[in-house]
């Protein structure tokens, strides 16, 4: 069977259901997350919207692990 060339294309951006799924939450929840700060806003190119993956991984890489204590949410905020 023939392997398809696109599969070996790196993802660079994902749109707003792929975050969602990719994380595990709703697309309402991305758009929440985006609001509070602990997502990145997307990426525009004329009406489509896309997420970086470098920046959703590096906002994700700063939330604090499960038992850690949290941080004020009012000083903290997605750095990307």
């Not at 070996?8 to 509070?36: F, H, Q, W, Y």
């Not at 602990?38 to 990426?43: A, C, D, E, F, I």
């Not at 997420?51 to 941080?71: T, Y």
């Amino acid at each position: 069977m023939k392997e398809n060339k696109l599969s070996s294309v790196p993802r660079l951006a994902l749109n707003r259901m792929e975050v969602a799924i990719a994380i595990g939450v709703a697309p309402n929840t991305v758009d929440e997350m985006v609001k509070e700060g602990v997502l990145p806003r997307p990426r525009k190119w004329h009406t489509r919207k896309f997420w970086l993956i470098s920046e959703i991984e590096a906002a994700m890489n700063e939330w604090p692990a499960d038992g850690e204590v949290e941080a004020d949410p009012r000083d903290w905020r997605a750095s990307v």
